[in-house]
């Protein structure tokens, strides 16, 4: 007893795809504009999502960054038995981490605050508040240094 089988040829010729009636495959040049015109636009709206993005995260990185080296200051007094002393630039567009090296603010980023943050060899610190303040007071942060402890802390990420 044998099972007849279908062929599979014709459905095969049906799923090919369709073409013009000129038989050209591709798209107009109307279709091609449409296209173009939908990515721009889309590319419009994200860019300034993408931009403001990019300052906020330089702005964390900055405020991070001061964290860092305030952290870095107060080690740096306890292993070298010597005081340290973070400070801050008159034009406020920068700071001495204590290491001779001068670090410079992100450009739109202005330091203010305590102008001098020392540790000492035995833990204890001078203190004080540091704020980061981008261009046009569009973002405010402050790291502070505990007077008691020598705890840093930065808020207002």
């Known amino acids: 007893m044998s099972i007849p089988s279908a062929t599979t040829a014709p459905r095969a010729a049906r799923a090919r795809r369709r073409m013009s009636a000129t038989g050209e495959r591709g798209a107009t040049l109307i279709e091609v504009m449409v296209a173009l015109a939908i990515l721009a636009l889309a590319g419009a709206i994200?860019?300034?999502?993408?931009?403001?993005?990019?300052?906020?995260?330089?702005?964390?990185?900055?405020?991070?960054?001061?964290?860092?080296?305030?952290?870095?200051?107060?080690?740096?007094?306890?292993?070298?038995?010597?005081?340290?002393?973070?400070?801050?630039?008159?034009?406020?567009?920068?700071?001495?981490?204590?290491?001779?090296?001068?670090?410079?603010?992100?450009?739109?980023?202005?330091?203010?605050?305590?102008?001098?943050?020392?540790?000492?060899?035995?833990?204890?610190?001078?203190?004080g508040a540091i704020a980061l303040v981008a261009a046009r007071g569009t973002r405010r942060a402050e790291v502070t240094v505990d007077v008691v402890t020598g705890a840093v802390a930065l808020r207002g990420l």
């Open 46 to 127: 994200v860019y300034p999502t993408m931009d403001r993005g990019f300052a906020q995260m330089q702005f964390r990185r900055a405020a991070e960054q001061l964290s860092a080296d305030l952290r870095g200051a107060r080690g740096l007094a306890l292993t070298a038995g010597r005081p340290v002393a973070l400070v801050l630039s008159g034009d406020g567009g920068g700071y001495d981490p204590g290491t001779g090296a001068a670090r410079r603010a992100v450009d739109g980023i202005t330091l203010s605050g305590t102008p001098r943050v020392t540790f000492f060899a035995d833990g204890s610190t001078s203190g």
